[in-house]
């Protein structure tokens, strides 16, 4: 049953058997053929199609609601058991944080924690709250605002300055252009994004107005230096491509993006989350400064 279970779940968090059936690496007949069985077993339609999506009818909302937590805490448990015997730790990291700052980072934690082999795994930050909801990983760590609603613990690591990083390299155009232009248009993280909807009151408060959406802010860097437009980015990122003074910093008028590790409360108090947490702590204020 447990395998018919996830696969419901899978449909549930993906909408289409076709994207529930990649998620799980099988065929889009098996997770249909998974999800049937369990129909026949509890007696009780559970899906009902509507176009290509399955929508749950009132009684599969009510068996998700309940078996969801407890599919998540046991493969939670399932995931600790096999990291005990291979002394594993896995966790998924943001790629922005893993391209800039949370590479050194780690290998600094790697390096004080050798009793643990951590494995990591990258994804964007809202992917990453997902799967650690669901047990798939134990650990994450995440930028921008989080939603209120998951029930994760999420402890805050710093917050990374975000800087403008001039159009060409140009930072006295660019200084020019904020003074005598409201709003400043700039390229910047896509509007949907955890980092944006964490800085954009205050980076609408700063005058400036995302105007060239883009998936990451390596590639929002990379326009603005090749002469498209000015772009605001993580520090981290922007110190990848970016010369300092084709930057403004924007850490002291409070524009900055947060970063947490997320998990699981029934992790959280475990010896290897907490000396993880120790670990990363310690090392964080080298890190800043």
């Known amino acids: 049953m447990f395998s018919q279970l996830e696969a419901l779940l899978a449909l549930v968090q993906h909408g289409t058997m076709s994207a529930a059936a990649l998620s799980l690496r099988i065929s889009q007949s098996a997770v249909s053929k998974r999800i049937g069985q369990l129909e026949q077993q509890l007696g009780k339609a559970l899906i009902r199609r509507q176009g290509r999506r399955a929508l749950l009818t009132a009684e599969g909302e009510a068996l998700v609601a309940q078996v969801a937590p407890l599919m998540a805490d046991l493969k939670t448990a399932l995931s600790q058991r096999q990291a005990q015997a291979r002394e594993q730790v896995s966790m998924a990291v943001s790629e922005a944080i893993l391209s800039s700052w949370g590479a050194p980072l780690l290998v600094q934690v790697r390096d004080a924690l050798p009793e643990l082999d951590l494995i990591l795994h990258t994804h964007r930050s809202p992917t990453i709250v997902d799967r650690v909801l669901a047990g798939t990983y134990p650990f994450g760590i995440c930028a921008g605002e989080l939603p209120s609603h998951t029930g994760l613990v999420a402890e805050r690591l710093l917050d990374e300055p975000m800087v403008l990083v001039a159009r060409g390299g140009d930072r006295d155009a660019l200084l020019s252009e904020r003074n005598s232009t409201r709003p400043l248009p700039v390229i910047c993280i896509e509007e949907k994004s955890n980092t944006w909807r964490g800085i954009e009151s205050r980076a609408r408060a700063l005058g400036l107005k995302p105007h060239w959406p883009v998936e990451s802010s390596l590639a929002a ?69």
Do not use: E, F, N
Request: hydrophobic fraction near 45%.
């Open 221 to 289: 860097t990379r326009l603005a230096l090749s002469g498209w437009g000015h772009a605001l980015a993580p520090r981290g990122i922007a110190r990848l491509l970016a010369d300092a003074q084709a930057c403004v910093d924007l850490g002291d008028s409070g524009l900055s993006r947060p970063a947490y590790l997320i998990c699981r409360k029934q992790v959280y108090h475990q010896p290897v989350a907490q000396a993880l947490l120790r670990a990363l702590q310690a090392r964080l204020p080298q890190l800043s400064a």
